[in-house]
């Protein structure tokens, strides 16, 4: 089956830091591109970060530039999202996405989101 | 940056009628225009890609349409199970960015 299941979300304060990882499995990792795309409560979808498969291109939103770092460890099948300097508006679920699905441009596969916190 | 518009906010519709959602664009896109539903408590699905292509296991009641600056998204006949919030998305080549529409909510009328 193929999967994605992230991890790491939390309650942080203001200015703290969070790591999340996202576990990809039933399909080959290294051969597709990864983004990360975040709800606020009761809010839509925003995008956060693309890496391309071998991690030689990578794109931010400009909320998050500079604060927020994505990576990926092909040989561990597995996503990150380093978020530093956090804020209160980065309180959302943070879900990691598969680029594919018969397009680079469209996201196919989801998981299930984790929740970040960033209150005091 | 591109900025998508969705309308209307909110759909109020009866099983078995017909769906039609808007998503207008600010400026030309390319032709990486998608579909996605999703439920209370859930991950969006996606629904469409490149405007008009269904997903897999996607059923044929849910088509896409539309190039340039606007693009439809249209459930022939709804099924219980399609109430739910639909979001357009768009990849723009530069600057490198996805952007999401604000989201349709569909309900049961």
């Known amino acids: 089956e193929v999967q994605l299941v992230e991890s790491g979300g939390g309650l942080v304060q203001p200015g703290g830091s969070l790591r999340l990882s996202c576990a990809a499995s039933?399909?080959?990792?290294?051969?597709?591109?990864m983004n990360w795309v975040r709800q606020a409560p009761g809010k839509g979808l925003e995008w956060v970060s693309y890496?391309?498969?071998?991690?030689?291109?990578?794109y931010y939103a400009d909320s998050v530039k500079g604060r927020f770092t994505i990576s990926r460890d092909n040989a561990k099948n597995s996503l990150y999202l380093q978020m530093n300097s956090l804020r209160a508006e980065d309180t959302a679920v943070y879900y990691c996405?598969?680029?594919?699905?018969?397009?680079?441009?469209?996201?196919?596969?989801w998981g299930q989101g984790t929740m970040v916190t960033v209150s005091s | 940056e591109i900025v998508l518009t969705q309308s209307p906010a909110t759909l109020s519709l009866s099983p078995g009628e017909r769906a039609t959602l808007s998503c207008r664009a600010s400026?030309?896109?390319?032709?990486?225009l998608a579909w996605y539903q999703q439920k209370p408590g859930q991950a969006p699905r996606l629904l469409i890609y490149?405007?008009?292509n269904r997903a897999t296991g996607i059923p044929a009641r849910f088509s896409g349409s539309g190039s340039g600056t606007d693009f439809t998204l249209t459930i022939s006949s709804l099924e219980p199970e399609d109430f739910a919030v639909y979001y357009c998305?768009?990849?723009?080549?530069?600057?490198?960015?996805?952007?999401f529409g604000q989201g349709t909510k569909l309900e049961i009328k």
């Open positions: 039933g399909f080959t990792f290294s051969s597709y591109s």
């Open positions: 490149d405007a008009s």
């Open positions: 998305q768009q990849r723009s080549n530069w600057p490198p960015a996805y952007t």
């Open positions: 996405a598969r680029a594919g699905g018969g397009s680079p441009g469209a996201f196919d596969i």
């Open positions: 890496i391309s498969s071998s991690s030689s291109t990578i």
């Open positions: 400026q030309s896109v390319s032709s990486y």
